[in-house]
């Protein structure tokens, strides 16, 4: 079965530095997502991105965040400057239309501010 | 706006008696609605989804859910728990939006412990 992959699993930053996030959507697919888990916290959504545009984005995702897809195979979240409340698991999806079938979500990439 | 309301932040059962886990929602729309679970240290895996087709859903590893409308409920059962069920279990609520992609609202999550 397709699947969304993700690297790292695990990424530990310092705070202030820049991190990139990478995804790879399942090839046919349209839509794209990034979505948080703060340990212990709900899972959130922090952007969409559909036809090389973010479509909707969350209050979380506020001008540190970035998200690109540089070359129709891979989905990057950009953090530029790194807090200590950015550390959470990472999750991208992609989903094939807009019609509810539900999304495949990554395993996630677990990142770490020190 | 929709919402998932998982009323239990915890539930523990014996090995190989039965689960439900309870999740009811608030949708302007008929919304699609998904249980994911999520192994310590995994990603998010789809167990079963409800797309306005048949109202009882079968899913992965036993699971199963049935969408009751008059009840804004989409609860999920197994008749016989096994101790690789423990771990996280979301609920999901979707809705369509026109010439834009969806974005999900999770409930909060019920943490599923399984005693031998």
């Known amino acids: 079965e397709p699947e969304v992959t993700q690297t790292p699993s695990h990424q530990v930053t310092q705070m202030g530095q820049e991190v990139i996030l990478r995804c790879v959507p399942i090839?046919?697919?349209?839509?794209f997502y990034w979505y948080r888990q703060i340990l212990g916290q709900k899972v959130e959504f922090l952007v969409s991105?559909?036809?090389?545009?973010?479509?909707?984005k969350s209050e979380i995702f506020d001008d540190q965040f970035s998200v690109e897809r540089p070359d129709g195979s891979n989905f990057t979240l950009k953090i530029r400057s790194t807090k200590l409340e950015d550390s959470a698991m990472y999750f991208c999806?992609?989903?094939?239309?807009?019609?509810?079938?539900?999304?495949?979500f990554g395993s996630g990439t677990r990142l770490t501010v020190v | 706006a929709q919402s998932v309301t998982q009323l239990d932040s915890h539930v523990s059962v014996s090995e190989g008696t039965p689960v439900l886990l309870r999740c009811n929602y608030s949708?302007?729309?008929?919304?699609?609605l998904f249980w994911y679970v999520q192994h310590p240290n995994k990603g998010l895996q789809l167990l079963l989804k409800?797309?306005?087709?048949?109202?009882l859903v079968k899913g992965i590893n036993g699971f199963e859910a049935e969408f009751k409308k008059s009840e804004t409920s989409f609860h999920l059962t197994k008749p016989s728990a096994h101790m690789s069920d423990a771990a996280e279990y979301f609920c999901?609520?979707?809705?369509?939006?026109?010439?834009?992609?969806?974005?999900?609202?999770f409930g909060p999550g019920t943490r599923l412990s399984v005693l031998p």
């Open positions: 999806a992609s989903v094939a239309r807009d019609n509810n079938y539900g999304y495949t």
């Open positions: 090839s046919n697919h349209l839509y």
């Open positions: 991105f559909y036809n090389n545009e973010i479509s909707e």
């Open positions: 949708s302007s729309y008929s919304p699609s």
């Open positions: 409800y797309t306005s087709a048949a109202t």
């Open positions: 999901v609520v979707s809705e369509g939006r026109d010439n834009y992609g969806q974005n999900f609202v």
